[in-house]
């Protein structure tokens, strides 16, 4: 029996769906290369894909066709060679539907396995965002900014073949950077592209991320109910009336907070949060209103606290609020939990200014695709440049 | 059982179904959802914001049908829901037939005795693919039947969204979908014009009391709308214009900018037919009386991937066709029967 490589893609749905199939695609052309067959697929469960929510795509190859055969037999693969991870905020754990509860990104991960995350941040950072597993597993950062574009574009930024640059360094089993060059010039005609594969090659590294490394928080899960625990038909329990909220200093009752639905909560979808500042809130109810997640809550004194549980990050609030600089959206990596701001500004204001301040000061350039005609174009050159220089 | 005349004469009669009063304003609306968090739609989802809406409006007791589309899909996820009041699924052309039979069994069942008479609100939604194209017949012969109770929302993100962008008859004109990819050699692969529901429903169904169209980027007026078609009484149908991140290629945050300019720039004109009286509303009525000035289609284009194939001519022949709407048309933006008419014979 030969070898079995697998490799998982885990990309934002729609914004990176081209992309992600573009380097599954990629992988198992160089493969070919080598005389190893393989193929690449995109999860059908994740189907039908959704802006922002965590998806996957495979890349399956082998020494020979019995083995990949073998592991063609499985529905997705259990465990995994490399996992690729398109958006380093995908590092906090993927939800992707109801009832999966919440997923280490480096759950499929061998042990011993590597992580390519696409990033400006630290190993430190990602690392801490991660959730512990019990294996040590290879960190690789491919510095950059995630791509994100549109249904039906593809933003050449490099990003792809970087990560194959990237993959040949750290698992030369499955192919060689020859093999990637020779598919990248037959794909894209592009010796610039072949050239940021090499740049990549020649700059990849890891480190090695140990057991006691990492989020130690145990990720949720539902346990599904088997089928004689369902009720006639497919009836199942509408959500609860919501109910009011407590004042965590007065203990005054009032607001509103809806229950919301327990086996998915969605969060993992973000790559943005809003951020709040309490003291310069008009209470117009715009960011309520308009939320299409139902995620701000009314508290008893009428201000209105985003649920960090239910939030995706679309930004609608921040959009809609007449208030310059009330609600801002801040990049997901900067925050470690999913704490109520409203309960922080609540037992801290000065704190809460400052915490805000700090927070405020990383807010990203929002490229959540298309913005206006010629953005993509505009975004490349330093995607570009950071293929070229590191 | 035998139905004597008197009965007869009672099931047939229209009147309201109960008092909903209008909403005064966003600060005077009730805190309670209806439908809540935890659906998987995508980021800046506005049709999702549709269904919140709806059933704020309609309140707790409101049975909701929905027929096959995102709002089905993405919000009964693997036996799990964020709905709090009941809602069914029903198939992708039967929002119409589903609507009918349960507001048809509602009241038999109060009838009977078997249930307390009181006023159930009945909605059934569908998507502009389960209402402009397949579930067409069924609405239009619910609109026909006056002793019904019942709400029909079209939500219409302007494609068939859920399977990934095919394109729909509620598509604008060159919009690329997975269906109408541009291509080198020919730009422009959808030349349909878009459907005009509301119209067709509201010119052709003299039993129906109520039609309107709405946009949440407008929630106060839309939800009223909700509130006048469900108490109004008989068959009403809404149509709702809503931004579709996915589909029209846009940055999330963008979705409640994207309504308002469908409105301002005159592609989605807002206005509501109440028993045969004909209104529009809003910044569709400043437009017509002068007090706004419509906005160039393009600010609307060019936000969205979908047109970023547009060259100036096709923008040009896009605004050419709105301005016809507002221009040339009987009703502004609304019935497409030319001016002409009245000047070949102008009113004695």
Redesign the interface.
């Known amino acids: 029996m030969g070898r079995l490589f697998a490799v998982e893609i885990v990309y934002r749905?729609?914004f990176q769906k081209n992309l992600a199939r573009n380097i599954s695609r990629a992988i198992v052309l160089a493969a070919h290369h080598e005389g190893k067959p393989g193929i690449s697929f995109g999860r059908y469960g994740d189907s039908?894909?959704?802006?922002?929510?965590p998806a996957k795509s495979f890349a399956i190859v082998a020494t020979d066709d019995v083995t990949l055969e073998e592991g063609m037999a499985k529905y997705e693969p259990k465990e995994v060679d490399i996992t690729i991870v398109v958006d380093d905020t995908l590092c906090k754990g993927v939800e992707s539907?109801?009832?999966y509860g919440l997923q280490p990104i480096n759950r499929l991960t061998k042990p011993g396995g590597t992580l390519i995350v696409t990033s400006h941040e630290n190993s430190e950072t990602l690392i801490s965002m991660a959730h512990r597993k019990e294996t040590p597993y290879q960190l690789a950062i491919v510095k950059g900014t995630p791509s994100f574009s549109?249904?039906?574009?593809y933003k050449d930024d490099h990003s792809d073949v970087r990560i194959l640059g990237t993959m040949a360094k750290v698992l030369p089993e499955l192919f060689s950077l020859a093999s990637v060059q020779q598919v990248i010039r037959a794909e894209w005609n592009d010796e610039l592209k072949a050239t940021s594969a090499l740049r990549a090659y020649e700059r990849a590294t890891t480190v090695t991320v140990q057991p006691t490394q990492g989020n130690p928080e145990k990720p949720f899960e539902f346990q599904?109910?088997k089928w004689t625990e369902?009720r006639e038909g497919?009836a199942?329990p509408?959500?609860?009336?919501?109910h009011q909220m407590k004042d965590p200093n007065t203990g005054e009752m009032g607001?509103?907070q809806?229950?919301?639905?327990?086996?998915?909560?969605?969060f993992t979808?973000r790559t943005m949060r809003p951020v709040v500042d309490f003291d310069t809130c008009i209470k117009?109810?715009?960011c309520w209103?308009?939320?299409?997640?139902?995620?701000f809550d009314?508290t008893p004194d009428g201000l209105y606290d985003a649920?960090m549980e239910?939030c995706?990050?679309?930004?609608?609030c921040?959009?809609?609020c007449p208030v310059s600089n009330c609600i801002t959206?801040v990049n997901e990596t900067q925050f470690a939990d999913n704490d109520s701001q409203w309960r922080m500004w609540k037992e801290d204001k000065e704190g809460y200014k400052g915490w805000l301040k700090e927070k405020i000061a990383n807010r990203p350039e929002?490229?959540?695709?298309?913005?206006?005609?010629g953005q993509y174009a505009e975004q490349v050159p330093d995607m570009l440049k950071i293929a070229r220089e590191g | 059982m035998a139905v004597s005349d008197r009965e007869l004469a009672e099931l047939v009669q229209l009147r309201p179904t109960q008092t909903l009063d209008a909403f005064k304003g966003?600060?005077k609306?009730p805190?309670?959802?209806f439908?809540?968090?935890?659906?998987?739609?995508?980021?800046?989802?506005?049709s999702?914001?549709v269904m919140?809406?709806m059933v704020k409006a309609a309140g707790?007791r409101t049975i909701v049908l929905g027929s096959t589309g995102?709002m089905y899909?993405?919000n009964?996820?693997?036996?799990?829901?964020?709905?709090?009041?009941?809602?069914m699924h029903t198939q992708l052309g039967s929002s119409g037939s589903a609507g009918l039979g349960t507001a048809a069994g509602l009241k038999a069942l109060m009838r009977k005795g078997k249930i307390k008479d009181e006023p159930i609100n009945v909605i059934a939604f569908c998507g502009d693919g389960g209402g402009a194209d397949m579930g067409l017949s069924a609405i239009s012969a619910t609109l026909t039947h006056p002793d019904y109770n019942v709400l029909i929302l079209m939500y219409d993100n302007e494609s068939y969204a859920?399977?990934?962008?095919q394109l729909s008859g509620s598509t604008p004109y060159g919009a690329?979908t997975t269906f109408s990819?541009p291509g080198k050699l020919k730009r422009i692969m959808h030349h349909r014009w878009k459907k005009n529901m509301a119209g067709m429903m509201a010119a052709g169904h003299p039993t129906c009391r109520y039609v309107a169209t709405v946009c949440?980027s407008f929630?106060v007026y839309s939800m009223n709308a909700v509130r006048k078609a469900l108490s109004i009484g008989g068959p009403t149908f809404i149509h709702s214009l809503d931004p579709c991140?996915?589909?029209w290629?846009?940055?999330?945050?963008?979705?409640?900018?994207l309504g308002e300019l469908a409105v301002t720039t005159g592609i989605w004109p807002l206005y509501e037919v109440e028993e045969g009286v004909f209104r529009l509303v809003g910044k569709t009525r400043d437009i017509a009386d002068g007090r706004l000035k419509r906005l160039p289609v393009r600010d609307y284009l060019?936000?969205?991937?979908r047109f970023?194939h547009f060259t100036e001519d096709d923008i040009a022949y896009f605004q050419s066709k709105v301005d016809e709407t507002w221009e040339k048309w009987l009703v502004p933006g609304v019935i497409p029967f030319k001016k002409q008419i009245e000047e070949d014979r102008p009113p004695a």
């Open positions: 749905g729609i039908p894909e959704r802006n922002g929510i539907w109801a009832w549109g249904l039906w574009v599904m109910p369902m497919i199942i509408a959500i609860p009336r919501g607001g509103y809806p229950e919301r639905n327990p086996t998915f909560k969605k979808t117009c109810t715009l209103l308009q939320c299409p997640d139902s995620v009314v649920n239910a995706c990050g679309c930004g609608v921040e959009a809609v959206m929002r490229s959540h695709g298309f913005r206006f005609r | 966003v600060k609306l805190l309670e959802e439908f809540t968090s935890g659906h998987r739609t995508c980021q800046g989802c506005e999702s914001l919140k809406m707790p995102c899909v993405a009964t996820t693997y036996y799990s829901t964020s709905w709090v009041v009941p809602w859920n399977t990934d962008i690329n990819p949440m929630p991140p996915k589909g290629d846009y940055d999330p945050m963008l979705s409640h900018e060019l936000k969205q991937g970023a």
